[in-house]
């Protein structure tokens, strides 16, 4: 069976002493993954150090970054690269978050290089894709999620994709409490699924986990991650209340 995933992200949210209590709250809430489900925290950068520590013991409970750098070194101040990251045993990154890609205006070619240095690292990247809501009404989102997966994605080696997590996050679900349908989501995730059976084939296509993004909540999750082709989710607001993602976790398939 595909890894299935409850990813949180975080963002640029809450204090130490924040981070501390969330963390401690998770811990404390009983939850149980099996062999083939993940838990995967992308912190803040500077809280790194300190889910890494807590969260160490944990069986397969893992902590992510939310960004890297291209480059592996060099003069790029402010920046942290994935062999950095890697160094102190972060092995997912997340990469292409809409955020990063409309504050940020990273690009698809970018974003396939940002891929390439996660992968050269030994690291998973958690690649997001996914269409704004003017994209949504045209009903052209298949063609636009397509060319942002073969821009990035599709120079990769079959051994390489089969490494890559898929975040599908439509874009006008992201912190506006609107959520695809679940037949919604099943379809586009379906369609994802099969861009990569037609470039690798079906059974490697079977292996990729394609996560859903877009107001995941309690409420929803089990009915969202039900779909066939729906592997988890990527968890933006509810992660921020430990109570609330401890129930995600445990809608995993």
């Not at 838990?39 to 013991?57: G, R």
């Not at 902590?63 to 101040?77: E, L, P």
């Not at 409490?177 to 994802?192: C, D, F, L, P, W």
């Not at 859903?212 to 209340?241: C, H, R």
């Amino acid at each position: 069976m595909r890894k299935q995933i409850a990813a949180a992200n975080w963002k640029m949210n809450l204090s130490l002493d924040e981070a501390k209590t969330l963390l401690d709250q998770l811990l404390a809430t009983a939850h149980n993954l099996t062999d083939h489900q993940e838990a995967i925290f992308a912190v803040p950068s500077i809280y790194i150090p300190l889910a890494t520590q807590k969260l160490a013991d944990k069986q397969n409970v893992f902590v992510a970054a939310q960004n890297c750098h291209s480059k592996s070194n060099g003069a790029y101040t402010g920046e942290i690269s994935a062999p950095m990251f890697a160094s102190v045993g972060v092995k997912h990154i997340v990469l292409g978050h809409s955020e990063r890609r409309e504050f940020f205006n990273e690009s698809d070619a970018f974003l396939a290089e940002k891929t390439d240095a996660v992968l050269a690292a030994g690291s998973t990247p958690i690649f997001c894709c996914g269409e704004p809501f003017a994209i949504r009404e045209a009903g052209t989102q298949n063609s636009f999620v397509e060319k942002q997966l073969i821009n990035s994605l599709f120079h990769l080696s079959t051994d390489q994709i089969v490494k890559v997590v898929i975040a599908y996050e439509p874009i006008w679900a992201i912190g506006t409490g609107k959520t695809a349908s679940n037949e919604q989501a099943q379809e586009i995730h379906a369609y994802i699924r099969s861009l990569f059976a037609t470039k690798y084939g079906q059974q490697i296509a079977d292996q990729i986990s394609i996560l859903y993004g877009g107001s995941v909540k309690a409420t929803n999750a089990k009915e969202i991650f039900s779909q066939p082709d729906v592997d988890g989710g990527l968890v933006g607001g509810s992660s921020l209340i430990a109570s609330e993602f401890v129930a995600i976790m445990n809608a995993l398939k």
